[in-house]
């Protein structure tokens, strides 16, 4: 049987193999910092999380004490990062600060969100004067046309993840939320790709129970996902990439949890998070990340998309059996479920597997069903139907095992979320 020590090493191994020189990840690495940033710049505009406030002082003095000793100068004041879900009026006031900055790379340090934000920011910031309408960067590879056809290049972003959650400071994705109308849009574009990348484990001591069960649970839904949309070869890259990053997190959520100075089970988080980074640059996400993003008033993004996953594992079921049996025994040998997996197929693989999810999240404390969630009501599925048929989000239909058009998303995608508003797997309409 794999040990941990040994699991955590194949980890290291796969994410060196997927960012080479231009990631730094361990444990207590910050101070590596400086001479990371030295190779793509050497004036630096700041933005970090906790600006102002007794608990990021730590992470300020760090991140200025490391480029300072490396020979970076760091341009202005830091600029405080983004509120959760990275809101589209932070996206612009970081847009307006790093024009004032006038800095030749910008260094972001904390959690998704502002990861999320600064990268959105950035190409504000550059494209702004021509296209000052956010909502013109959504979708796949808007950024890099409009950079193209205005001549224009991103300026170097070192991102510091601070949270194990997201995946932010490895990938091509930023998430930004209209507070007006409580929806969440993506960034999808190699153009935001961060150029270096830090994430100290050590850091993640700070986030409190309910943060790191959050990050934990939207790691999985990366590794998940992007396992379940796959086929050939794309599968076969992801498949070891992606099952060991759910081992990892299922396997050391709850002593996370239960003991924040937990370094062993802090530092298999990160790792396990930063594969589900790591998934998602191979494949995409799909069903429940789509859901999530019309959940952002009433449930953080790691609740949203750890409530939804089981559901749409019912649904995808029929399709997704070789990979069902792959992730099953991981959560077997975690203790979720009891179930003759082998014995099981199509469907009933998929309600095995889905209630050991459920099982999961009632262990951290999540809720398994919507009806649970304060605030959640019937308005949040009739938006959540509506934006599955937006077309600036089309890639999460496509990327389903059992791909939907927007033409079916109220046939089949209804009653998934019927299903999860009550807890009644039965109602989930097989295609």
């Not at 990275?86 to 004032?100: E, K, N, S, Y």
């Not at 099953?328 to 209630?355: K, W």
């Amino acid at each position: 049987m794999t040990t941990m020590d040994e699991k955590k090493g194949k980890a290291r191994g796969l994410l060196s193999a997927f960012k080479g020189d231009a990631y730094v990840f361990g444990l207590d690495c910050l101070g590596s910092l400086g001479a990371l940033a030295a190779g793509v710049g050497s004036r630096a505009a700041m933005i970090l999380d906790g600006v102002g406030e007794p608990w990021g002082e730590p992470l300020r003095k760090s991140v200025t004490s490391s480029l300072e000793a490396a020979g970076v100068e760091t341009v202005g004041e830091p600029i405080p990062g983004a509120g959760p879900n990275a809101p589209r009026d932070d996206v612009r006031r970081i847009a307006d600060a790093l024009a004032d900055r006038k800095a030749e790379m910008v260094v972001a340090a904390g959690g998704g969100s502002t990861l999320d934000a600064a990268k959105a920011a950035a190409a504000l910031r550059v494209l702004g004067d021509e296209h000052p309408d956010i909502d013109e960067y959504f979708g796949v590879g808007k950024v890099s046309e409009m950079l193209a056809s205005a001549g224009r290049a991103m300026p170097p972003l070192v991102a510091v993840q601070s949270a194990a959650s997201s995946g932010s400071h490895l990938t091509k994705y930023s998430n930004v939320t209209d507070p007006d109308t409580a929806q969440k849009k993506l960034i999808v574009d190699e153009a935001v790709v961060p150029r270096r990348a830090l994430f100290d484990y050590a850091v993640t001591r700070s986030m409190p129970r309910d943060f790191t069960a959050d990050g934990a649970l939207d790691g999985i839904a990366h590794c998940l996902e992007v396992l379940y949309g796959l086929k050939g070869e794309a599968l076969a890259k992801a498949r070891p990439v992606a099952l060991l990053g759910i081992d990892l997190v299922v396997g050391n959520v709850r002593p996370a949890c239960e003991d924040g100075d937990d370094l062993a089970a802090r530092e298999a988080l990160g790792l396990g998070t930063d594969l589900g980074g790591y998934s998602i640059m191979i494949g995409g996400t799909n069903g429940a990340h789509l859901t999530s993003f019309s959940l952002v008033d009433v449930l953080s993004h790691g609740r949203a998309c750890a409530l939804m996953n089981p559901y749409y594992t019912v649904f995808f079921a029929p399709a997704i059996e070789p990979q069902l049996r792959d992730v099953g025994p991981i959560f077997a040998d975690a203790g979720y479920t009891d179930a003759a997996l082998d014995s099981l197929r199509g469907r009933d693989l998929g309600l095995a597997v889905a209630e050991a999810m459920l099982a999961l999240s009632r262990d951290i404390g999540f809720p398994t069903t919507l009806n649970e969630v304060a605030g959640f009501t019937d308005e949040h599925i009739a938006r959540a139907l509506t934006v599955a048929k937006n077309p600036q989000l089309a890639m999460k239909l496509q990327n389903m095992p059992v791909p939907l058009s927007a033409e079916t998303v109220d046939d089949y995608m209804g009653p998934i979320l019927t299903a999860a508003k009550t807890g009644d797997f039965s109602v989930i309409r097989s295609m």
